[in-house]
């Protein structure tokens, strides 16, 4: 069974990096049928496309974001990483990691989220 | 990139239906049969219940039907049960700068 799990400090200084990592066990990480994407749910808001990575590198982001965002992806540890520069309150969230599948663009397993607090 | 608007809340009684709508634009829903949903119940992760416009993962209640006509998306859950309440967000395909957009999600109460 395939399990994603974040990792990553829980509290970051407003205009500092935030930098959270996703491992991936149990299935195929190196395969052309996935992408590994990030995303983020502020306190009682909604959902959040941040950006994905495929496993070649490529990169895609969310507009709103894209000047904030690297996402960066390392095969041979089975890990695909999310760092958010230039901080701010507005940035506190549960982040998510989570596969995509190619054929549909369906995120079909989900990490079970880290809230990152932005507070000096 | 806008996300996808869905209402903020819908309400219904047990052993009823509900739909649940997702408009976006001619740019995402509308272009794409690529519209997933997912239900999140409190304090745990997204899990997907509909992918490509109407198709159920395996494990998923037939009671969960998806349809789209033109850019917009529809959820139906029907025969409601208490387990059901739950947010629901749609999400779709956008292109290949982004990938993908979300809905603002909806909240389903089973009075």
């Known amino acids: 069974q395939l399990q994603l799990q974040e990792s990553g400090p829980g509290l970051v200084t407003p205009s500092e990096t935030l930098s959270l990592t996703c491992t991936v066990s149990g299935g195929s990480f190196s395969s052309s049928a996935y992408y590994w994407g990030w995303i983020r749910q502020p306190p009682g808001k909604g959902l959040e496309w941040i950006g994905s990575i ?11 974001l894209k000047s904030r965002v690297t996402i960066s992806i390392d095969t041979s540890k089975n890990q695909f990483s999310l760092n958010l520069s230039t901080v701010t309150a507005a940035d506190t969230a549960v982040y998510y990691c989570a596969r995509v599948r190619v054929r549909y663009y369906g995120l079909d397993y989900w990490g079970q989220g880290t809230l990152v607090t932005v507070s000096s | 990139q806008s996300a996808l608007t869905q209402p903020a809340s819908v309400s219904e009684s047990p052993g009823q239906s509900i739909t649940i709508s997702c408009t976006g634009t001619s ?12 239900q999140q119940h409190p304090g745990k992760a997204p899990k997907l219940v509909i992918y490509e ?59």
């Open chain 1, 54 to 64: 495929y496993y070649s590198g490529t990169t895609y982001y969310n507009p709103s």
């Open chain 2, 27 to 38: 740019s995402d829903v509308g272009s794409y049969d690529l519209v997933s949903w997912y």
């Open chain 2, 53 to 111: 416009v109407t198709k159920r993962p395996s494990g998923i209640s037939n009671r969960f039907s998806g349809s789209k006509s033109g850019n917009a998306a529809s959820l139906t859950i029907s025969g409601l049960q208490a387990e059901d309440e739950a947010d629901y967000y749609c999400c779709s395909y956008a292109g290949t700068s982004t990938l993908v957009v979300f809905g603002g999600g909806t909240k389903l109460t089973v009075l």
